[in-house]
């Protein structure tokens, strides 16, 4: 029996159980980023951490400022055998709006082959196929060939805070060859593709105050500047018409790949399908750049939210006394997110209309990460991939941002590769997140033959 066979016989026996396990690990409410559901985040983690020494491997609860983190190893190939390292989150997004969900986010339903839940894809989905891939390979074959380590955080979705903290502290633990993160994407389900970066980011907000409280718009307009007004015109001064951020030295460090580089990476782009799929009919990004890489390859910068004065149901004729908007830049490397930080608070404050006060606050960032297509294991990941689906295996760079990933890769020394099975149309962060049980499958034998 060949050892896909013999995979593909331990999957079948183990169906059951490995389903019920997933969505034992998906009903736990382990929203990170709200105080209310600690408890649930802590007994999530002790759940997972309990799971995965029954695998044989030492594992541990590691202590943060936050939420704990899960480390765990196997290291019986000896000390000459490379060391893989997995990172995983097992912490999720918040529901809301909770009225557009068509089940319950924390009680896992199966449609149509999917199963529905916060979290079934991001990355509780995706890290549980890793997991099981792990514990097949070490009930057939005890000797991996290589040693592991896992470092699972429960924080992700909330700025890995807790998990930034202790990486500094812990030295050897996250020492490893390479480094595979388990919470990406394939462009369709029949397109293997192997991440191999992805950008940096940098998030703030600021508010426009133009009064001290909120005034009648009859009694007041004509004489008072309209918060609303000055921060959609100041936001307007961001961009020029050809879509290039005007903040200066915003592309100065900008790391430009080659035309030889560039012949890596899967760059195709479907306009039709996309707004199709999406319904979006105007695009953004550069003018005359392609769309990947305006996504992939260039920086840019988005205004994720604006608010200011009344903007429930009916009318209220007011000018606020203060307008508010958040903004978030995607960096590429060499950009330092601290330094793109100061440098569009400074073009804010030089360019808010005359006599209204500004103020900033920066909600942190971090690098763009590249990994190597010749390293091992991005070749063996891409191996992996086109058995698994039996067409070749592209590269891509994924335009989404893992901050704490730049921070162990410097704390692990190692070779990055991103990989995962999720699609675009999955609502990841959105109502009724799902996730196909058959691309669970295929992840489960990608990790197996990775190894």
């Known amino acids: 029996m060949s050892d896909l066979s013999k995979l593909q016989q331990w999957f079948s026996s183990h169906r059951e159980e490995i389903h019920s396990e997933l969505f034992t690990f998906l009903r736990f409410p382990s929203i990170s980023t709200d105080p209310e559901y600690t408890k649930f985040v802590s007994e999530c983690a002790g759940w997972l951490l309990d799971w995965i ?14 939420h704990p983190v899960i480390y765990a190893e196997h290291m019986k190939a000896g000390p000459k055998a490379p060391t893989l390292l997995i990172y995983g989150h097992y912490d999720v997004q ?7 969900w068509e089940s319950d986010p924390f009680q896992p339903t199966v449609k149509d082959g999917k199963v529905f839940a916060r979290g079934a894809l991001d990355n509780k989905g995706q890290i549980f196929y890793a997991l099981n891939a792990v514990k097949a390979l070490l009930e057939l074959d005890k000797d991996l060939g290589v040693n592991l380590k896992l470092c699972i955080e429960g924080e992700e979705e909330s700025a890995s805070k807790g998990l930034e903290s202790v990486l500094p502290t812990i030295g ?12 990406f994407d394939i ?13 940096g980011i940098m998030a703030m907000e600021f508010t426009l105050t133009g009064s001290n409280i909120d005034m009648h718009s009859g009694q007041h307009g004509g004489i008072a ?5 000055a921060i959609v015109e100041l936001l307007a001064k961001l961009w020029d018409e050809k879509g290039e951020v005007q903040v200066p030295g915003f592309y100065d460090d900008v790391k430009e790949l080659s035309d030889e580089e560039k012949k890596v990476l899967d760059l195709r782009f479907d306009k039709a399908e996309y707004t199709k799929e999406f319904g979006v009919n105007a695009f953004g990004g550069e003018e005359g750049v392609p769309p990947l890489e305006n996504n992939w390859l260039r920086p840019t910068m988005e205004i994720n939210g604006i608010e200011g004065g009344y903007t429930k149901e009916g009318f209220k004729t007011v000018i606020p006394a203060t307008a508010k908007a958040k903004l978030s830049c995607r960096l590429v490397p060499d950009q330092d997110p601290e330094k793109i930080y100061k440098q569009v608070e400074d073009f804010l404050k030089k360019n808010v209309p005359k006599g209204m006060s500004i103020k900033t606050q920066s909600h942190g960032g971090g690098y763009a990460v590249r990994g190597d297509v010749n390293s091992m294991l991005a070749k063996a990941a891409s191996k992996a991939y086109s058995e698994i689906f039996n067409v070749p295996c592209s590269n891509v760079i994924s335009g989404g941002s893992v901050p704490i990933i730049s921070e162990l890769v410097k704390a692990s020394s190692s070779e990055v590769v991103f990989m995962g099975y999720g699609l675009s149309t999955d609502n990841m962060h959105a109502p009724n997140e799902h996730f196909g049980l058959d691309r669970f499958e295929k992840g489960f034998f990608n990790r197996c033959t990775n190894h």
Do not use: C, F, H
Request: proline share 14%.
């Open 53 to 66: 020494r029954k695998l044989g491997m030492e594992g541990e609860l590691i202590t943060t400022p936050v």
């Open 94 to 100: 918040p529901v809301d709006p909770i009225e557009e």
């Open 172 to 183: 050897e633990k996250w020492k490893a060859d390479y480094l595979l993160v388990p919470d």
């Open 187 to 199: 462009a369709a389900p029949n397109q293997p593709a192997i991440t191999l970066g992805i950008r």
């Open 225 to 229: 500047y309209n918060p609303n007004r």
